[in-house]
């Protein structure tokens, strides 16, 4: 059997798998585990990306039945059952594809240099180094009205990347830089939220949308609902409310408004003809298989799954587990020549939502809490999800110095920045 992905989907076959009676191979162009849940903190300074990621081979160390290989699929050949990457050609009698999603630019591919997503490390530490380089340049600046664009940030999206973001913003801006500059007072920022529909976390209850709306309103967060963006460039963002047009002034523009499926999703298309949705994703049958390919499960992000309400299951951390561990039980049914489990079923256990220091929303059923019980919460959950003991005893440890300190450690810029080019002009 093959995996492609390390993601949750595809480790939690994995896991599963660990002591079936056959052969697993786990292939990822990565060779780590990425707790994407908590890639916003590593964005906004809070953490290191060594502390949110695992290495597979020592994830799956117990796994005697089990081989990671580093490499990039390229392609995909049902009819040899063989799977094709950059380091030769490896065959498959089961393949489980969980490749996950990118940004979505929404036919403005112009759009990516200028305004980063949030999927990868290579993100985060990009949206880092932009976001402490915009304060660096705020300070050398002369002129206030380049100070004030340095100081404007914009995020597209107000899901709960964008709001988690926004939050971790007002929050280094309020509080954790606040006596570090000598020019200009952090406080200033404006950090602007824009939001396609109606209100701030659309996917949630509008009385939680409305409470997160008002923490985030506490940290200084200006929410734009039911505004889009019509263009980006270097200098700036234009965003339209009804007939209304308004220009922002801004160097710093974050994305975290849509997602489209992994480039897989195509080579799946072409070569097994599986049918896709509007955003590349799969659409699979109730057991996660491909239409026509019994052998071939697509889950996590890549995967549509309309089977249940007929909307598509969410893009979340849970969903992925639940259906990995659906699949290593359907998996081990057919070695042990039993019949096949009931179709998945996603049970969705509560949606969280952390916008910042004690400030959190929490649905569970019908019961709805925010504030710092909800912050508590979301903060116990994430802990517990993270895949090691050692990346668990790390984030807790940070979080609690940085809780009492106010402190946010991982503060570096890192790189070159592809942003808009900084201010080379300004006196000293």
Same mark, same amino acid.
């Given at each position: ?14 896991? =599963? ?118 304060? /660096?340049?705020? /300070? ?28 971790? #913003? ?18 200033? &920022?404006?950090?602007? #939220? ?15 949308? &409305? ?29 339209? %409310? ?7 002034? %801004?160097? %710093? ?41 019994? /052998? ?73 809490? =925010? ?26 440890? /940070? ?30």
């Amino acid at each position: 059997m093959v995996i492609i992905g390390g993601g949750f989907g595809g480790l939690y076959v994995a896991k =599963s798998l660990g002591s079936a009676p056959l052969s697993v191979t786990v292939i990822d162009r990565r060779n780590f585990h990425l707790f994407q849940p908590l890639l916003y903190q590593v964005a906004t300074g809070g953490l290191s990306p060594g502390e949110i990621a695992s290495p597979l081979r020592v994830v799956l160390k117990n796994n005697r039945n089990t081989e990671v290989l580093l490499g990039e699929v390229t392609d995909i050949d049902p009819a040899r059952r063989q799977v094709v990457t950059n380091q030769g050609e490896i065959p498959y009698d089961t393949l489980i594809v969980a490749t996950g999603a990118t940004h979505h630019y929404f036919g403005n591919p112009q759009w990516e240099s200028l305004a980063p997503g949030l999927k990868t490390v290579e993100d985060a530490t990009e949206i880092r180094s932009r976001v402490l380089s915009a304060f /660096e340049q705020a /300070e050398r600046e002369t002129d206030p009205e380049r100070r004030r664009a340095w100081l404007n940030f914009v995020i597209v999206g107000a899901g709960p990347t964008g709001v988690e973001l926004a939050g971790a #913003l007002g929050e280094i801006a309020n509080d954790t830089l606040r006596h570090d500059f000598r020019r200009i007072d952090p406080r200033e &920022a404006q950090i602007l #939220l824009v939001e396609g529909e109606s209100r701030v976390l659309p996917s949630f209850p509008a009385d939680l949308s &409305a409470k997160a709306e008002q923490q985030l309103i506490a940290l200084g967060v200006r929410t734009l609902a039911g505004t889009r963006v019509t263009s980006i460039d270097s200098l700036g963002v234009t965003v339209q %409310t009804g007939d209304r047009e308004e220009r922002i002034a %801004t160097r %710093t523009v974050l994305w975290a408004a849509g997602v489209r499926a992994s480039s897989l999703g195509k080579v799946l298309a072409a070569r097994a003809a599986a049918p896709l949705d509007r955003a590349g994703r799969v659409l699979v049958a109730p057991d996660l298989t491909l239409p026509g390919h019994p /052998e071939i499960f697509a889950i996590g992000d890549l995967a549509s799954f309309t089977h249940q309400g007929g909307k598509p299951l969410p893009g979340v951390a849970p969903v992925a587990m639940q259906q990995g561990r659906y699949v290593a039980a359907l998996v081990r049914r057919r070695v042990n020549g039993e019949a096949a489990p009931a179709p998945f079923h996603y049970v969705n256990k509560g949606n969280l939502a952390t916008v910042g220091r004690n400030k959190a929303v929490a649905e569970f059923g019908s019961l709805h809490i =925010s504030g710092f019980l909800a912050w508590f919460v979301w903060v116990f959950v994430h802990l517990m999800y993270l895949v090691e003991f050692d990346n668990r005893l790390l984030v807790f440890t /940070e979080w609690v110095y940085n809780y009492f300190t106010h402190n946010r450690g991982a503060r570096l810029i890192t790189g070159q920045t592809t942003g808009p080019a900084i201010n080379t002009d300004a006196h000293t």
